[in-house]
């Protein structure tokens, strides 16, 4: 397992995407898997830089682990901002074109498709946000 903890900005994304990306190396994912998972804690991440602090600074801890049998990917993002659940958001319809969608949800949604699971709990003055993606 590797946990990251560090200031929630845009500066530090790039750190978190690299240690995901060498865990995942490290753990023999298929290339054909890493690129959706960095694209989902891409879009978890930015969101938490830019929203969970109200536009203000504050922490995010980042845990990747890859569980055996079967072999998934899971990482979880953790933030003390504000309490914000995602997947109460209703989807965004794709079928209108971007000049007719409303602005926002459409990340989330993309990570709900990519990853297998999303799951949001608060607990502690926490926001928790978990995604899994088989790697088998």
């Given amino acids: 397992m590797k946990e990251l903890k560090l200031t929630a900005s845009d500066e530090t ?26 694209i ?36 979880v993002f953790v933030d003390k901002g504000i309490p914000y659940n995602p997947l109460e958001k209703e989807d965004p319809d794709i079928t209108l074109s971007a000049d007719e969608r409303s602005i926002g949800g459409l990340g989330i949604f993309f990570v709900k498709e990519i990853m297998d699971t999303v799951k949001y709990e608060y607990k502690d003055g926490q926001n928790i946000l978990t995604v899994e993606k088989s790697i088998e």
Avoid: F
């Avoid at 990306?21 to 490290?26: F, H, S, W």
């Avoid at 830019?50 to 600074?57: D, F, M, R, T, V």
């Avoid at 049998?69 to 990482?75: L, V």
């Fill in 13 to 38: 994304l790039y750190t978190v995407l690299d240690e995901i990306k060498a865990y995942l190396q490290e753990c023999r994912c298929p290339e054909e898997l890493m690129t959706p998972i960095l």
């Fill in 40 to 75: 989902a804690a891409e879009e978890v991440y930015v969101n938490i830089a830019h929203y969970a602090y109200g536009g203000k600074s504050g922490e995010a801890k980042v845990d990747i682990d890859i569980t055996p049998d079967p072999k998934r990917c899971r990482i």
